[in-house]
């Protein structure tokens, strides 16, 4: 069974940080490559951060040097570390296999809002 739940979201000031957890089904976690994406205000979902199964990352010019994504394959969960949070990063995150597109399955979200 398909399953990913996002948590750790919440309300945050400008500069502060957030931990995001995902607890992902194997059948998704174990041979893909998991993203973190979000959706802001009125915009697309976008990929910010992803991770393969051997550990390398990529980043959103947007979020570089302030967003940090893991993954333990013990738990089959991937988190995000995101630091130096600003206003504009508020929005709703996801977590998915990096190939995720609209019409796949979506958990439910963890809203972020960062106030200033």
């Known amino acids: 069974q398909v399953q990913l739940v996002e948590s750790g979201g919440g309300l945050v000031e400008a500069g502060g940080s957030l931990r995001l957890s995902c607890a992902a089904s194997?059948?998704?976690?174990?041979?893909?490559?998991m993203g973190w994406f979000r959706q802001l205000p009125g915009k697309q979902r976008e990929l910010v951060a992803g991770i393969t199964t051997g550990g390398t990352t990529d980043y959103a010019i947007s979020v570089k040097g302030r967003f940090t994504i893991s993954r333990d394959n013990a738990k089959n969960a991937v988190y995000l570390q995101m630091n130096s949070l600003k206003p504009e990063d508020t929005g709703v995150y996801y977590c998915n296999h990096q190939r995720a597109i609209s019409r796949d399955y979506w958990g439910q979200g963890t809203q972020v809002t960062v106030s200033s």
């Open positions: 194997r059948s998704i976690f174990s041979i893909n490559a």
